[in-house]
């Protein structure tokens, strides 16, 4: 991976079915590890490939991102486009369907399983992360500390190419 050809920093595009569980909370999360590693060219978005226009977070995900000290509330959810995948420099998705509408929509050279990602590995043999829509809150819980993970380790890969 290389950094961004474009002015004004590296892009990062976290994608999901919905865009109100699994994006938007790995995309707060990616915030905080923005600010937490000094990284202040680096602009957080996420996007669902059937996201209804203005949703907002799930209950569950706004509790469990809350619960760890970060803000869901104000959520909308966005539909992926072209546009938007074009936008980011790197498009972290949850699983291999994502990939896939990723693809069909011109990006797949951007894209990659957040697990994959997280593990140093390019090609896309990682697992899917659960999708904890209409669980209970352990599930969100569990999910977002799942995301936690990914997203510490995926960083680390990121700060050799990102520029502070």
Known sequence: MQTSSR????????????????????????RREVVELAL??????????????????SGGAVRAAARNGLDLSQHQATQLTPELAEWADLILVMSPAHLLRVVELGSGETAVLIT?????????????????????????LETFEFLERLIARAFEHLEAVVEK
């Open 7 to 30: 002015e004004g920093g590296f892009r990062l595009l976290f994608v999901c079915t919905g865009n109100t569980c699994r994006s938007p909370m790995a995309a707060v999360i990616a």
């Open 116 to 140: 994959s990602f997280a593990e140093g590995r390019e090609e896309d043999s990682g697992g899917s992360v659960p999708d904890p829509i209409g669980g209970p809150d352990e599930h969100y």
């Open 40 to 57: 202040p060219g680096v602009e957080v978005r996420s996007a669902g490939v059937a996201a209804s226009e203005g949703d907002r977070a």
